[in-house]
């Protein structure tokens, strides 16, 4: 009978980071990328031996990405045991926002926020979710879900084998709201004119006109613009001041008054929960196939050191 330590020589545990950071400016959104070289190879026994790789990942397609624009994610694992001994892999997944540069794992209530704002590939043909939770309905929207997901490799690894993807990509949704962007993002969404300062109104470069909005009992009306408050059109009374707009005589020039600074001042804050930018984190292990009751990838043993490694 195998030892307990014999047992712990033929358990490997493989890591690898992948930095999913968004960035937001306006409302256009974009998906920054960055990560490790996933070409390292991790080996703790005397025959096994794996490595964890992204072989479609393109660093330059992680820059001033626009949503809807798919990023190449594959992590995937490759059996380099030598003498023939096979191997189960699992990968375990971490959602954790960009406030650090390690970042802190985000509670489960923001990692179904944030999954309902992605688009990931998911392969449940070849894997198998064995700790952790994600549910989605008929529709395709996410019920449920933990920032910590266990992903099994339903097929047992030969010497030099890959496994197929956990997923190809993840692409940030292109139909999210300005909230949702900000929320990603941690940026303030609700500044108003009194958050700003402007420079003065230049004639030579804007045109100045009068619009009443929509507190004015007559707005929408032929000549509201230019009515004063208390003014009259027909039997209707203007209940609002108007306001100045300004339009830039030059779009390359534009008219100093449309040009505001924060003052530093505004009362309005960002949203607290807000993760501002997040990362995916995918960590492998690997045990020896076939050895200590480890007799299919979906075994007991086979599932419980697996899931032990990630401890």
């Keep these: 009978m195998k030892t307990k330590a014999n047992k712990k020589k033929r358990i490997t545990i493989l890591s690898i980071t992948l930095a999913v950071v968004l960035a937001i400016g306006g409302t256009l959104a974009y998906l920054a990328t960055t990560t490790e070289e996933a070409s390292n190879v991790f080996t703790f026994g005397e025959n096994i031996r794996a490595k964890l790789t992204e072989p479609n ?33 699992a990968l375990k997944i971490t959602f954790t926002d960009n406030k650090t540069t390690a970042g802190t794992k985000l509670t489960d209530a923001n990692t179904l926020k944030l999954l309902n704002m992605l688009d990931i590939t998911w392969n449940t043909t070849d894997w198998s979710l064995e700790s952790g939770t994600l549910t989605t309905n008929a529709s395709g929207v996410v019920t449920a879900a933990t920032a910590e997901q266990i992903y ?15 997923f190809s990509s993840v692409t940030i949704k292109s139909d999210i709201s300005d909230e949702d962007y900000a929320w990603l993002a941690g940026i303030i969404m609700d500044h108003t ?11 030579s470069k804007c045109d100045i006109t009068y619009k009443h909005h929509v507190n004015c009992a007559i707005y929408g009306l032929t000549g509201a613009e230019n009515t004063a408050k208390g003014g009259t059109i027909g039997t209707d009374t203007c209940d609002c001041t108007p306001a100045e707009e300004h339009t830039s005589k030059d779009p390359e020039d534009p008219c100093p008054a449309l040009v505001g600074t924060l003052t530093g001042t505004c009362s309005h804050t960002a949203d607290a929960s807000a993760i501002n930018g997040f ?30 490694l990630f401890q």
């Excluded at 004119?193 to 004639?203: S, V």
């Excluded at 995918?282 to 979906?298: F, K, L, P, Y």
């Design 193 to 203: 004119d009194e958050c700003y300062t402007f420079g003065t109104h230049d004639p």
């Design 57 to 89: 990942w393109d660093p330059d397609e992680g820059k001033n990405l626009i949503p809807g624009y798919e990023v190449k994610k594959d992590p995937m694992i490759t059996n380099l045991s030598s003498n023939g001994v096979d191997e189960y892999a």
């Design 152 to 166: 099994v490799y339903k097929h047992a690894l030969t010497p030099g084998q890959v496994t197929n993807p956990l």
């Design 279 to 308: 990362q995916i984190k995918v960590q492998g292990s690997a045990v020896q196939a076939g050895v200590d009751g480890m007799i299919a990838w979906n075994s007991a043993d086979t599932l419980a050191n697996l899931i032990a």
